[in-house]
């Protein structure tokens, strides 16, 4: 198995890396996090094999209004007190079923924990198996079934995680 590192974001060494994998929503999003990480508003891993990004993982701990979002009451919840959220996650379809999303997931947790936020949260499309299959198995709780307007590809669940409980 190839070794892999997990460490916070060099945006000019990751991205073109990054880029060639990631879907145009998510590149679009990634240009923004430069901004969003030096106004404190999001935290960025990635996950590195032989020198190059394989996978990364956003958490939001404010509200990034860059990233025009709607302002329902699901979204003013995330970022109650002790609250956060998990935008994006995504790792290379060459390196899937390695552990990499699990372990940007803990360096997620880590930096939520060390904002002192007791909970993080996350929309998973319904027909994503892999995905809500990850959620599942690291005991996400499913909180509910949304169908917000500013998403256009069907339903989604609401997970949540408890941190309280980690080890981080
Ligand atoms: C979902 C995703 C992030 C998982 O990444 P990964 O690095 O392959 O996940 P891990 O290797 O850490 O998997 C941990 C566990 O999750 C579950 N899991 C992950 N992928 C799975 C799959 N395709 N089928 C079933 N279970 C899966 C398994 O329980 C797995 O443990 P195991 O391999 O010991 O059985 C990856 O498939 C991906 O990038 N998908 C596209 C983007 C996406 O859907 N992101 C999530 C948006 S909410």
Redesign the pocket.
Known sequence: MNKFLIRKLDFPKDSPALYKFLDTDEVDILKKVPELMRDKISKCHVAIIDSCPV?WVLTHFSYPKSLSWEDDNDTNHFFAKGNCYLGN???HES?????????LLKKSYQSARHSNRSQIW???NTE????I??YE?LEWKREKLVTPSWYKSGSMFLYNKRLDDINA
């Open positions: 996978g996650l995504d790792v390196f899937r079923r390695k552990g990499i999303a699990n372990a996350l929309h998973v994503n198996k892999p995905a299959q990850l198995s």
